[in-house]
């Protein structure tokens, strides 16, 4: 059995997508031949929002647990004055003087190690003093865990494997201005030059990793959705009292979210004696939503509910209860929320394919060849895998609404005939990563 030290910084119980990722390694590595160590920090759900990604954590020393699928190693966290400030004060106080202090944090951890995230690396590096490992693997962002997977490599000889969620300096986020811009790209070549492969969840994101890093291959692991929780919800039979749709995550400018509240908004003045439920949970916008509402689209008041965070496992038995899942064009990236709306098996309700949201092109990568990027790719697996209805534009999602009233008004139910869905679950796509680490530690050997 292969032992693999992983640097993750966002895993359970703290509720991200990105958490998501390593822990599928963590669960089932075992299974083929692996045993996982994950160096992550202590996270609690204290307050069930974003600011649980800057609270404290339990205690100021390292906790290790040992389970039946690997070893967690949970560091200490503790927040820099800017968290402080805004756990404290809020988000209406002290911006400069947090921003400010965030940028040196942000800049200065490339020099030495400081900063909230560096007790992952000092984690490791102690485990690493009596503990052999065969292969390291850094999933980012935080990005800088690709810094700490270098240097733990180059101390202790094990290679390492960097893993893609997200570009690193060609998002825009981190692309302020030239500086910042040459700053990060001058640190993404140094430190990935020692990986000794490269993961990345899309052939979009590869593409733009490809754009700076020229002399590596890179092999894609998607994300997908867990099994177990397919298994989990597979007699939860789905709500026929009231017609419930259902979104969840984050919500993106290029999102069409108030256009296609105008068309819940237009079927509600068009049949007030039809009852039904569009439910947010753990949106990023919850204030933007409920001023939104109030003050353009009143009839929505009493059948909109927004929802706090909730774990996977929970939030997937509530979905499974929900008949159609709103799912909205993210064009040429494919996000977990996708797969396991399929692997509920219910309809998806995908918006728009033919209004473009013009922020799209603006928002987080640079420069995009048009060319080389399929904005289609959400349009082909929801049509392999029969998930659900491609809504063209506002005018069509008005005429979706009234026939799935339609259909829910004789049946009870909302018909929905998901296949060929496997290749899409994180199992199938751990069993492929686990092949490039087994190949990767015999050769090292």
């Known amino acids: 059995m292969k032992k693999v030290l992983i640097l993750a910084y966002d895993f359970p119980p703290y509720v991200s997508v990105g958490g998501l990722r390593p822990y599928s390694w963590y669960k089932y590595f075992n299974e083929f031949g692996i045993h996982p160590v994950v160096v992550t920090r202590q996270w609690g759900n204290k307050y069930g929002n974003h600011l649980d990604y800057i609270a404290p954590g339990e205690s100021d020393k390292t906790i290790i647990e040992e389970t039946e699928y690997g070893t967690v190693i949970r560091t200490p966290y503790k927040p820099n004055l800017s968290n402080r400030l805004l756990l404290k004060y809020g988000e209406g106080k002290f911006r400069i003087i947090r921003k400010a202090i965030t940028a040196y944090y942000e800049m200065m951890q490339f020099l030495c190690f400081v900063g909230?995230?560096?007790?992952?690396?000092?984690?490791?590096?102690?485990?690493?003093?009596?503990?052999?490992?065969?292969?390291?693997?850094?999933?980012?962002?935080?990005?800088?865990?690709?810094?700490?997977?270098?240097?733990?490599?180059?101390?202790?000889?094990p290679p390492w494997i960097a893993d893609y969620r997200d570009p690193w300096s060609q998002s825009k986020s981190r692309s302020v201005n030239t500086f910042l811009r040459k700053w990060n790209e001058f640190f993404e070549k140094r430190y990935i030059k020692s990986a000794l492969r490269i993961v990345a969840v899309s052939d979009f994101h590869s593409n733009k990793i490809s754009s700076l890093i020229l002399d590596k291959n890179i092999e894609i692991i998607s994300n997908g959705y867990n099994p177990d929780n397919k298994e989990a919800i597979k007699n939860l039979k789905q709500n026929n009292e009231v017609l419930k749709f259902a979104f969840v995550g984050t919500v993106y400018p290029w999102h069409p979210l108030k256009v296609v509240l105008s068309q819940f908004n237009d079927f509600v003045l068009l049949y007030n004696d039809f009852s039904f439920e569009l439910n947010f949970y753990g949106i990023n916008k919850k204030k933007e939503v409920q001023r939104l509402i109030n003050s353009e689209f009143p009839s929505l008041n009493s059948l909109v509910n927004i929802y706090p965070k909730l774990n996977n496992q929970d939030l997937f038995k509530i979905l499974a209860k929900h008949n159609v899942m709103l799912l909205f064009n993210d064009y040429c990236i494919v996000g977990s929320k996708m797969f396991d709306y399929m692997a509920l098996q219910r309809k998806i309700l995908f918006c728009f394919s033919e209004e473009k949201g013009d922020e799209y092109f603006n928002f987080l990568y640079q420069d995009e060849d048009v060319n080389k990027v399929n904005f289609k790719v959400q349009e082909e697996i929801l049509s392999l895998t029969n998930s659900g209805t491609i809504v063209k534009n506002q005018k069509h999602l008005l005429e979706t609404l009234i026939s799935l009233s339609e259909e829910f008004r004789n049946t009870g139910q909302i018909k929905c005939e998901t296949t060929n869905t496997e290749i899409y679950s994180r199992k199938f796509q751990v069993e492929k990563l686990s092949k490039i680490i087994l190949d990767v530690c015999n050769k090292n050997n």
């Open 116 to 157: 909230t995230k560096s007790g992952l690396y000092f984690g490791a590096k102690e485990y690493l003093k009596d503990n052999d490992v065969d292969l390291i693997i850094a999933t980012g962002a935080p990005h800088i865990l690709f810094k700490y997977a270098s240097k733990l490599s180059k101390k202790n000889n």
